[in-house]
């Protein structure tokens, strides 16, 4: 069982490495094919104007003119046709003049046609004339070029640049994409088994002396003195044993609990991503043998751990309210009772911070209609943000106020504020104004995107005044029963 829980941790591991390793690398091949290309595009436009001040200057000999833009193209490294209204080519970079006659008609050019349609038309394909594929740009002249310029015939700029440029330049820079990426698969290859090994070591002494205990040795012991959550089972496994007796009965059980045991490590060792990739950039950075920093691993690889479930409830939770498939469960209950509530669970985490909750007098007799879990959900939330971001000794206080046929609920605390810049982009998915503390303090910046939802499913809006050092304050209104 061990070889297998190895197995298939090395097999995950170098999956999950070599998709990302392979969607990174052509997803990065696909921007870098995309990112030349615009800029080719862009370059080819800013030529095509130059060209269309050029040839509307007026000239005093039409074969210098023609030699000198021949002259300037070959300079620019790229091919210029000047073209007719009816298609006729009147000049090409790479023509001679007395050769233009015998050139296609180029008005059904899939750019030509582009151009004539919407000013500008941009397409590859292979040139029949110089016998190279070409990425081509054509510009339709607006307004058309005095009469006195040299080329006042010309209604069509097409500017064009052999693709095997292009090519050569974005295949070296795929080469290098591609070899970082076989280099990254064979580090993170080479550190998955180390990783595997180091986990499953410990495994698999701990089954040995459990199968040799199940056999009746129950003079046998596991040796594992790391203070890690695998020493802790050790310890617990080697109590256990202690106790025990030669009844079958209570071997039957060890053996049952062994089972349960490593099907439960078995589950815990399917770390999220994002642990793994902790682990792996510790070990990378030469702490493998440093047994403290293996500790700080286990502690993190927890905490984030905890986190990503929390992530992902928040995300399924907001998933479900922006498609519609939140199910709300409306009806009128106790305000009173409802806030309080709220405060006495939020009392724990506000003493840990020094925080002080405060609720001011509410008619007891106050209803108010709506989805009571969810909207405890946005009262939980802005109490609890009220408390983290808050100052030693601050104070986060509830209170209510009649607005007509409704009641507004103000959550508001003395704490840090909130700049302008940021009141705007708050409720914003996963926006965070301080990023390290949020994290810090459990943050997945979801909460209060999840919480202004809910507020709009209830026909309201969560408002929020706050000035930097001087506190925030949230509210929103719901509808109130008549008394």
């Known amino acids: 069982m061990i070889s297998s829980i190895k197995n298939k941790l090395i097999l995950t591991l170098l999956l999950l490495c070599t998709s990302i390793i392979v969607i990174t690398g052509t997803i990065s091949i696909i921007v870098l094919d995309n990112f030349y290309e615009n800029q080719i595009i862009d370059d080819l436009k800013i030529k095509t104007n130059e060209i269309k001040y050029f040839i509307g200057i007026p000239k005093g000999n039409n074969e210098d003119a023609y030699e000198q833009l021949q002259k300037l193209t070959k300079e620019g490294k790229y091919r210029l046709t000047l073209i007719d209204s009816v298609g006729n080519v009147i000049f090409d970079s790479d023509i001679q003049e007395n050769e233009l006659g015998k050139l296609d008609n180029h008005l ?19 040139s029949n004339t110089i016998k190279n594929e070409m990425q081509y740009l054509a510009l339709r002249i607006e307004p058309r070029l005095p ?23 974005t295949n070296e820079v795929k080469s290098t994409i591609i070899i970082l990426c076989s280099l990254a698969f064979l580090i993170i290859a080479v550190v998955t088994f180390i990783i595997s090994g180091k986990i499953t070591h410990p495994l698999k002494s701990m089954a040995d002396i459990a199968i040799e205990i199940k056999k009746g040795s129950l003079d046998k012991r596991i040796s594992y003195n790391s203070k890690d959550e695998l020493g802790e089972l050790a310890t617990s496994i080697n109590s256990m044993v ?12 060890l053996e049952k609990m ?7 490590v078995s589950h815990e060792l399917r770390t999220p991503i994002f642990a793994i990739q902790g682990l792996l950039e510790t070990l990378l950075n030469g702490a ?6 293996r500790k700080d691993f286990v502690a993190r690889a927890l905490l984030n751990t905890k986190r990503l479930d929390t992530l992902l409830d928040e995300l399924i939770t907001i998933s479900s309210i922006e498609t519609g498939e939140m199910k709300m469960s409306f009806r009128y209950f106790n305000l009173q009772e409802f806030l309080s509530q709220s405060i006495f669970e939020m009392e724990p985490l506000a003493e840990s911070f020094n925080v002080k909750l405060k609720l001011e007098k509410i008619d007891n007799n106050i209803e108010v209609y709506g989805d009571k879990e969810k909207l405890k959900q946005v009262v939980i939330n802005l109490i609890q943000n009220g408390i983290k971001y808050n100052i030693p000794k601050g104070t986060v206080v509830i209170s209510t106020m009649k607005e007509a046929d409704q009641i507004k609920i103000i959550i508001k605390d003395s704490g840090v504020g909130i700049s302008e810049e940021h009141i705007s982009r708050i409720f914003e998915r996963f926006y965070r104004i301080d990023k390290e503390r949020s994290r810090d303090m459990g943050g997945t910046g979801l909460g209060l995107a999840i919480a202004k939802h809910i507020v709009e499913a209830h026909g309201n809006k969560l408002e929020v005044l706050s000035e930097l050092q001087k506190g925030s304050k949230f509210s929103f209104t719901l509808q109130r029963s008549k008394i």
């Open 258 to 264: 062994r089972r349960e045991f490593l099907g439960n």
């Open 108 to 126: 059904l050019r899939s750019e030509i046609v582009q151009a004539l349609e919407s000013g500008v038309g941009v397409s590859k394909r292979f």
């Open 147 to 169: 009469l006195n310029s040299i080329f006042s015939k010309a209604y069509f700029i097409r500017i064009s640049i052999p693709l095997n440029k292009i090519k050569f330049a």
């Open 288 to 293: 493998l043998e440093d047994s403290d920093v």
């Open 242 to 253: 202690d106790t025990m007796n030669e009844d079958i009965v209570q071997l039957k059980k």
